[in-house]
């Protein structure tokens, strides 16, 4: 029903009728092909919810999850941690903790994780004397914490970068601020620079969060049975490809759902600063 | 020292040409797989930048997928499931026999999608900062779309994507790490077979490591030219 002007009562005129364009054919022919490859991977799924494969291998997929849930909520804790002397030594005014805080994050952000992880993992044991007299090759022996060191260290340093980015993105004025109200500059830091810095920091944050879910994929190749891991070994015991669709909707499970909170939290925590 | 060194020297007692082989395995396969990423990238950002809904939803739902798996997973996905789609086509005409996919087209292939649906979303921030009136005075100069497009916007496009796309170049250079796995002889699969034969695995992967920042800086010095170039018409101003 199109409604009359109050004043004039005049109707206005009907949209005229949507052309079907080349543009429109070609995305409703792409939606199609979506839909239609998304029915059949459902029915795919769901005719095979019991099968002998789903049955005998849905509890190693679970432990798997809660290895790759375990390893990526480690190595984020711990490399937030770690990120925060890097982060201080980054902006630091003098060379000689700027840097090598500069040199740890070019050489993790520049390298591949396959490569750092099989520099930690395989390449401890080219120090296996020197670590076993400090008692540390108990360690080095461990795939599980060998990733978890490698894990660390990586997202540290990407960590460290989003710290610092954010911390020098707070105007200065906000210092000036703190300073003419005669705060004292840790009290300025924590209180005032911190909070809006974080701030600004969620996104990429949760960006780093994501990256880890995926990157923690290459834990399987150093022999850990994490979801990717546990999806290789089905996949060689059954030579059957509905091992890596599983994981396939695994992960974008995940993935989705963590970027849709993430949205929501953020949405939450930035609501004083909408228009 | 000296020891390092025969190991890392060329010919029958060191291992330099198998890195090298491997290293030039991994910077083809970066160099391979960026124009398909790139092509495939603009087209998908013209896609979300479109008005029509439908195109919209169909190009959003390729880069939700694509960026939401893990690089790795995508590799064996594509990898099995192009072996085992031919395998069971060949099967319907009554061919029954074991294909093998070449694993650096999978990788190839593998890794475009991952770029393209990165490299789109570069792209689609670009076009937002052109302004709409560039597209208004090509068609008042009579140009034709597609003249718009590659004479008017694109230019501009480039210059505005690089930084972005330019930390994609990078991160993709990295990510031609994982087909490694799937058998591929690059740069980390030869210093992992080094490392086992000499049982020097720490200079090794560390030598892998460095090889991979060298490659990154020589990156960002061709790209800071690049860079340089597209903005060579904003000096006069």
């Excluded at chain 1, 790759?68 to 804790?77: K, Y």
């Excluded at chain 1, 009290?187 to 911190?194: D, E, G, Q, S």
């Excluded at chain 2, 770029?115 to 900062?129: M, N, P, T, V």
């Excluded at chain 2, 250079?173 to 720490?202: H, M, N, Q, W």
Aim: net charge positive; charged share 15%.
């Amino acid at each position: 029903m199109i409604a009359a002007n109050p004043v004039t009562g005049l109707q206005r005129p009907p949209a005229p009728p949507r052309r079907w364009t080349n543009t429109r054919i070609f995305g409703h022919v792409l939606m199609a092909l979506w839909i239609l490859s998304g029915a059949s991977l459902v029915y795919y799924l769901g005719s095979n919810v019991a099968s002998p494969f789903v049955l005998k291998y849905w509890p190693n997929y679970l432990s798997g999850f809660i290895v790759t849930l375990q390893i990526v909520s480690v190595s984020l804790l711990l490399g937030a941690l770690l990120s925060l002397p890097i982060a201080a030594a980054r902006a630091s005014k003098w060379k000689i903790f700027s840097a090598p805080a500069y040199a740890y994050v070019y050489f993790f952000r520049g390298t591949p994780l396959l490569a750092q992880t099989f520099l930690i993992y395989y390449g401890a044991g080219s120090f296996r004397p020197e670590l076993e007299a400090v008692g540390l090759w108990g360690f080095f022996q461990e795939a599980w914490y060998c990733v978890i060191f490698a894990f660390s260290m990586n997202t540290a340093a990407y960590q460290a970068e989003i710290l610092r980015g954010a911390i020098q993105n707070v105007p200065k004025g906000q210092w000036e601020g703190a300073a003419a109200l005669g705060i004292s500059k840790p009290v300025a830091f924590f209180k005032i620079i911190l909070p809006q810095a974080l701030m600004v920091a969620l996104r990429p944050y949760g960006n780093e969060i994501i990256l880890m879910i995926k990157g923690s994929a290459i834990a399987s190749i150093v022999t850990i049975y994490d979801l990717m891991g546990e999806t290789r070994r089905a996949y060689s015991r059954s030579y059957d490809f509905q091992a890596y669709i599983w994981a396939a909707v695994t992960y974008l499970m995940i993935v989705e759902i963590l970027r849709r909170v993430w949205d929501k939290f953020e949405a939450r925590l930035t609501r004083h600063l909408k228009r | 020292m000296n020891e390092a060194l025969t190991l890392l020297s060329f010919g029958d007692q060191g291992w330099g040409d198998t890195i090298a082989l491997g290293v030039l395995v991994t910077v083809s396969l970066a160099i391979a797989t960026l124009p398909f990423g790139l092509v495939l990238g603009f087209l998908i950002a013209l896609a979300k930048k479109s008005s029509e809904p439908s195109l919209k939803l169909a190009a959003n739902i390729y880069t939700t997928v694509f960026r939401g798996l893990p690089e790795l997973l995508t590799l064996f996905l594509v990898y099995f499931g192009v072996q085992i789609g031919i395998q069971q086509g060949l099967k319907l005409i009554g061919v029954e026999t074991y294909v093998e996919v070449n694993s650096f087209v999978a990788g190839m292939v593998a890794l475009s999608l991952v770029f393209s649906s990165y490299a789109s979303e570069a792209f689609l921030s670009a076009f937002r900062g052109i302004p709409q009136g560039q597209y208004e005075g090509g068609h008042a100069l009579g140009l034709s779309r597609y003249q718009t497009m590659s004479l008017v916007i694109l230019p501009q496009l480039i210059r505005l994507a690089l930084p972005a796309l330019g930390n994609l170049w990078l991160i993709l250079l990295k990510e031609t790490s994982l087909v490694s796995v799937i058998g591929l002889a690059d740069l980390v699969r030869e210093s992992g077979i080094a490392a086992r034969v000499t049982k020097e695995p720490f200079m090794f992967f560390g030598i892998a490591c460095l090889i991979y920042l060298v490659l990154a800086m020589i990156s960002s010095t061709g790209l800071a030219r690049i860079e340089r170039w597209t903005k060579r018409g904003e000096g006069a101003r």
